[in-house]
């Protein structure tokens, strides 16, 4: 029993980053724009949320720099790809490669050293819910369990929420399908994909956070590991519906929860380079083979330009 509450705790923490930077892809694709920077969002996140925790020693403010960072950067995204109509995966690229360069020029700037951070002296610990934690499994399950992951699964709702049930989530829909259709009956095209983006930054910057302040409580290069580009399939595989991101989430989660506990559940035997490649394989199996023929928004990745026919 003991094993099976630890994969699943495991599970929900490795899935919590994912969830969040997916969600976050979700409402920029159902805007109309790919946002490929995920994965450079959230190594901004992981930076600047360590950075401002170690000078302030509250986590919580360390978490509010790391969403922030995150919406400056899609910012980034959004001017080149909705202003200028930019190659939107050109420009995706270019801010992953310039959010890895320029953390690491301030590691060494702040703190003098590469690789990694100092580890900060407040994080966000796991702990139990207190009217459950006396309860056998539940107890133990959540004493294993940050607060990330419960904003996870309330993320997951209120975007659910606000995508199908409210007007704002009608339009952003409406300007992911048809932006030309949208723009006809007054609905801001523009002003619609930056708000997406924005709220695609903050979620991914969030995600960042999550890593840094929430798993190991330092910043290191190269620490999202291409989370990133699996929150980008999830919202593939997820059918860019934050409930089918979230359950795309939770299976990766689990690939990942498996190679932590290979030696337990008697997969020791494997290669080490073999366990640590099964996340990725679960990738490229997930959207090879059960993916398929799966549509996104009829203009996603596609720049609008207002009078054109």
Same mark, same amino acid.
């Given at each position: 029993?003991?094993?099976? !509450?630890?994969?699943?705790?495991?599970?929900?923490?490795?899935?919590?980053?994912?969830?969040?930077?997916?969600?976050?892809?979700?409402?920029?694709?159902?805007?109309?724009?790919?946002?490929?920077?995920?994965?450079?969002?959230?190594?901004?996140?992981?930076?600047?949320?360590?950075?401002?925790?170690?000078?302030?020693? !509250?986590?919580f403010i360390g978490v509010i720099a790391a969403m922030i960072s995150g919406i400056l950067t899609s910012l980034i995204l959004a001017y080149f790809a909705i202003h200028l109509k930019a190659?939107?995966?050109?420009?995706?690229?270019?801010?992953?490669?310039?959010?890895?360069?320029?953390?690491?020029?301030?590691?060494?700037?702040?703190?003098?050293?590469?690789?990694?951070?100092?580890?900060?002296?407040?994080?966000?610990?796991?702990?139990?819910?207190?009217?459950?934690?006396? !309860?056998?499994?539940?107890?133990?399950?959540?004493?294993?369990?940050?607060?990330? %992951?419960?904003?996870?699964?309330?993320?997951?709702?209120?975007?659910?929420?606000?995508?199908?049930?409210?007007?704002?989530?009608?339009? %952003?829909?409406? %300007?992911?399908?048809?932006?030309?259709?949208?723009?006809?009956?007054?609905?801001?095209?523009?002003?619609?994909?930056?708000?997406?983006?924005?709220?695609?930054?903050?979620?991914?910057?969030?995600?960042?956070?999550?890593?840094?302040?929430?798993?190991?409580?330092?910043?290191?290069?190269?620490?999202?590991?291409?989370?990133?580009f699996i929150a980008l399939a999830a919202v593939i595989f997820g059918k860019w519906h934050p409930i089918g991101a979230m359950l795309a989430c939770l299976f990766f989660g689990f690939t990942?929860?498996?190679?932590?506990?290979?030696?337990?559940?008697?997969?020791?035997?494997?290669?080490?380079?073999?366990?640590?490649?099964i996340p990725y394989i679960a990738t490229i199996l997930a959207l090879a083979g059960f993916v398929g023929k799966a549509v996104g928004p009829a203009a996603s990745g596609e720049s609008y330009?207002?009078?054109?026919?």
């Amino acid at each position: 029993m003991l094993l099976v !509450i630890a994969i699943i705790a495991a599970t929900l923490r490795l899935a919590t980053p994912l969830i969040f930077a997916s969600l976050g892809g979700v409402f920029s694709e159902r805007s109309g724009v790919v946002n490929i920077a995920l994965e450079g969002i959230m190594i901004n996140g992981a930076f600047f949320s360590i950075l401002a925790t170690e000078f302030t020693d !509250i986590p919580f403010i360390g978490v509010i720099a790391a969403m922030i960072s995150g919406i400056l950067t899609s910012l980034i995204l959004a001017y080149f790809a909705i202003h200028l109509k930019a190659n939107q995966v050109v420009v995706g690229t270019a801010i992953n490669l310039l959010a890895a360069s320029f953390t690491a020029y301030l590691l060494e700037l702040i703190w003098h050293r590469s690789g990694q951070t100092n580890p900060v002296k407040h994080a966000i610990k796991a702990h139990p819910i207190p009217f459950i934690e006396n !309860i056998p499994i539940l107890g133990d399950l959540t004493s294993q369990l940050t607060v990330f %992951v419960y904003l996870a699964f309330i993320a997951v709702i209120i975007s659910y929420y606000v995508l199908y049930k409210t007007p704002f989530g009608l339009r %952003v829909r409406s %300007v992911g399908e048809h932006p030309r259709a949208a723009d006809t009956v007054g609905i801001n095209v523009y002003k619609i994909r930056y708000k997406c983006v924005m709220i695609s930054g903050a979620l991914a910057g969030l995600a960042g956070a999550t890593l840094s302040l929430g798993t190991v409580r330092l910043f290191k290069e190269g620490m999202t590991a291409g989370k990133g580009f699996i929150a980008l399939a999830a919202v593939i595989f997820g059918k860019w519906h934050p409930i089918g991101a979230m359950l795309a989430c939770l299976f990766f989660g689990f690939t990942e929860a498996l190679k932590i506990q290979s030696s337990a559940i008697g997969l020791g035997f494997l290669p080490s380079e073999l366990l640590n490649a099964i996340p990725y394989i679960a990738t490229i199996l997930a959207l090879a083979g059960f993916v398929g023929k799966a549509v996104g928004p009829a203009a996603s990745g596609e720049s609008y330009e207002k009078g054109d026919k």
